[in-house]
């Protein structure tokens, strides 16, 4: 059995992985691939992390999780994805006065040990710390920046040590695997992260892996797109995101992809170091032993 849990993090999918899974059923069923609903598992997985205190999971209670994850499924299952954005923290929690994300490595091990035995993998997108404070704030309209800080710095808001601590602890889960992106290269590998969730060969057909670039570039935009890859099919992935990265430079439409910060009292000068911090992050993480990078 394969285990994948997608963790988030907060404010980077918005359930777009699972969806574009989901509307790949045939080539789910020959891979043995089962997506199950939210309201299947989540309650059950939840009470499963209480009753354990992180001790792996006995057969009976492996068996109630499996029973309740397997409700929809078509065929034989071997491999469960299981997603939600919540499973390192709420949002109120994704910052604390322990720091950043400062439970997310310890939350590895009791999801690995709900399934002890089985290979698990866990797949995380990181964001610029300087937006994700910003869409963690719309989330939490009752509290003031001051509170959802928590008495951090904005700029001790960094990735490095959080997946640093990460990959220690999915190495210390046995076989786990930690697999990252950027939520901002998503247009990009959003094809690679989806299929590699689903444990799909890269020649595995998704209907909808191109809606997002839909969402992003106008109409005649995608519709050359769409005409230039039908005429010149990509014989590699990185031929491929040449192509996308061209079309995305020409048609892409700007309110899509410029995100701005309007935080009291953050102003461009400290969205900039922010954003230097992250880009800074993202190349030590990418060569971190444990973690597979996807990046364009």
Known sequence: MQIAFHLGAHATDDERLIRTLANA????????????VPRAYRNALRDALIALKGRPADAATQQALLEAAARGARGEIRRLVFSYENFLALPESAITE????????EKLGPLANLFPGAQVDFFLALRNPALLVSALAARQPGRSIEEILAGQAPESLRWGPVVARMAQAAQAAGAA?????????????????VRAIGGLAE??????????????????GMARLRGYLAQHPPKTVEQRRKVLAAFLDKFARPEQLEEEVTL?????????RMTAAYEADVLEIAALEGVTFIAP
């Open 25 to 36: 059923p045939e080539a789910l069923d020959t891979a043995g691939t089962h997506t199950p």
């Open 98 to 105: 322990k720091g950043f994300y400062p439970a997310a490595a």
């Open 177 to 193: 695997r930690l697999i990252l992106w950027c939520h901002e290269d998503l247009p990009l590998v959003l094809p690679e992260v």
């Open 203 to 220: 020649e595995v057909a998704l209907p909808e892996e191109d809606r997002l670039l839909a969402e992003i570039m106008t109409a005649e």
């Open 264 to 272: 009291p009292g953050w102003d461009a000068d400290l969205v900039a």
